[in-house]
Nanobody, 124 residues
Framework: QVQLVESGGGLVQAGGSLRLSCAASGLSFSRYTMGWFRQAPGKEREFVAGISWIGIRTDYADSVKGRFTISRDNAKNTVYLQMNSLKPEDTAVYYC?????????????????WGQGTQVTVSS
């Protein structure tokens, strides 16, 4: 059974940093493109960042470019999201997702497995 478990969320002041982790099990992790999405109250779930199988390629939403960094450790079956210079508008539940595809896609439908999410709250 595939499991994706996010951790590292919390409450932080604007300008602060958080590092999210997503531990994967039950799948051949190194053969999956991984992504981070987020969903704020009353809004649709949106793409934040993605990383290819061995981490050579990454992609980011314009709203987080230059502030967030996605990385992965295939030996630990874990993907990370380093979030710096956080803003109140970054407040959301953050989800990691796994895709069998080789391309980094921003569409939710392209991802096969999802975690339960971790709350990130940025106070002003």
């Amino acid at each position: 059974q595939v499991q994706l478990v996010e951790s590292g969320g919390g409450l932080v002041q604007a300008g602060g940093s958080l590092r999210l982790s997503c531990a994967a099990s039950g799948l051949s992790f190194s053969r999956y493109t991984m992504g981070w999405f987020r969903q704020a109250p009353g809004k649709e779930r949106e793409f934040v960042a993605g990383i290819s199988w061995i981490g050579i390629r990454t992609d980011y939403a314009d709203s987080v470019k230059g502030r967030f960094t996605i990385s992965r450790d295939n030996a630990k079956n874990t993907v990370y999201l380093q979030m710096n210079s956080l803003k109140p508008e970054d407040t959301a539940v953050y989800y990691c997702a796994a895709s069998r595809g080789s391309l980094i896609e921003s569409a939710r439908a392209s991802y096969d497995y999802w975690g339960q999410g971790t709350q990130v709250t940025v106070s002003s």
